[in-house]
């Protein structure tokens, strides 16, 4: 999830000074923002600073972070003529900046052998910014290409796989030692809608970066209590779950062992410890029903959450001997 961001005061200093894309087009800068959390809380883990939407500017998409709106596309994609435009170029030549950053973290977390995690938006969550061009909303305009326009939506997909998969592999490469898929908004779609429309291109993210590194794999996803069962069954090897599933129910969809990310609501952040408290230990007492646990909020860290919670928290965790 999002651990970097607004809520530190550091990065609201670098900020400052930084619009958002140039932190993230700026390597040094990139790889600042990513050890910051780490130099302030015992993390197990990084996660590269960048954002799932960088990757588009290279397609043709004109990305901006506008103040207070968030990420905005201002040439969106709606008919079949504007998903032939979009260019999938390779990595080295589209996001060499991230590539850079996450060299130069891997460099300075070599002697703590903190791992760095990779992350790459999933096609359909993508699709939703390249085609709204803003915050999906209620993803009319996605649904209308999907169930509309068939042949320009499994064209669009077939572009965003390429791109992704290229994406994560170049971040294996680079030295990430594991891989997190983000999508945010599938939660929007039913059952039948995510097999017909989602699925087939997640497989095949899946099959090929498998075919090329041997680093793990995480699926995120929020809001999609109705196809945990299909989310569990994908070839990955743990699923990110957000705090509208309980762990002992995604361990019951799958079926199967379960290693699960997650699933702490961030709003608890904003709550007396005692009730943090009380929600961590249910998580880390129901995460011991599955194979493997990582403990982890359901989300990002919201920007005015305080930051002696995040503190506890993580120390809460760290002590905790169950
Ligand atoms: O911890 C980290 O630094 C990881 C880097 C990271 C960012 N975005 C940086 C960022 C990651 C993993 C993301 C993922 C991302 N970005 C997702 C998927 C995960 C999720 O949150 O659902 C999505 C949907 C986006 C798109 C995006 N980027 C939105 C909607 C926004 C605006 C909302 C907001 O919180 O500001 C961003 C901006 C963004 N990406 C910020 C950061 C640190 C805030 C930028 C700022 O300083 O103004």
Redesign the pocket.
């Known amino acids: 999830m999002?651990?970097?961001?607004?809520y530190l005061p550091e990065y609201r200093a670098l900020?400052a000074n930084h619009p958002?894309l140039e932190m993230v087009r700026t390597p040094e800068l990139a790889a600042e923002?990513t050890l910051q959390p780490l130099r302030r809380f015992p993390l197990d883990g990084a996660?590269i600073?960048?954002?799932?939407?960088t990757p588009l500017i290279g397609m043709g998409c004109n990305l901006e972070?506008r103040e207070g709106e968030?990420?905005v596309i201002t040439n969106p994609v709606r008919t079949r003529a504007d998903v032939d435009r979009l260019q999938v170029p390779l990595p080295k030549d589209n996001v060499k900046y991230t590539l850079d950053a996450i060299s130069i973290v891997v460099e300075k977390l070599k002697e703590s052998r903190t791992p760095l995690l990779g992350?790459s938006?999933a096609p359909f969550?993508l699709s939703a910014y390249i085609i709204e061009g803003q915050?999906p909303g209620d993803l009319a305009l996605v649904k209308r290409m999907m169930l509309t326009d068939p042949e320009s939506w499994h064209e669009l997909q077939l572009k965003l796989v390429d791109l992704v998969v290229e994406y994560l592999v170049a971040q294996a490469e680079h030295g990430a030692s594991a891989l997190q898929l983000?999508d945010?908004w599938l939660g929007a779609l039913g059952p039948s809608q995510y097999d017909r429309y989602v699925k087939p291109y997640l497989d095949a993210i899946l099959r090929r970066v498998r075919e090329r590194t041997v680093v793990p794999l995480i699926f995120f996803a929020t809001g999609t209590a109705g196809i945990l069962s299909e989310l569990c069954a994908l070839d990955t090897d743990a699923l990110g779950l957000d705090w509208r599933v309980s762990l002992t129910c995604a361990k019951q969809a799958a079926g199967r062992p379960l290693v699960g990310q997650g699933n702490l609501d961030p709003m608890t952040l904003f709550a007396p410890f005692d009730v943090i408290e009380r929600e961590t230990r249910r998580i880390l007492e129901e995460g011991k029903g599955l194979k493997a646990h990582v403990f982890n909020l359901g989300?990002?860290v919201l920007?005015h959450t305080p930051i002696e919670n995040v503190e506890r928290l993580v120390s809460l965790v760290r002590s905790w001997e169950g």
């Open positions: 999002r651990q970097a961001g607004r900020r958002m923002v996660i600073f960048a954002d799932i939407l972070f968030g990420p992350f938006g969550t915050s983000f945010s989300h990002g920007q």
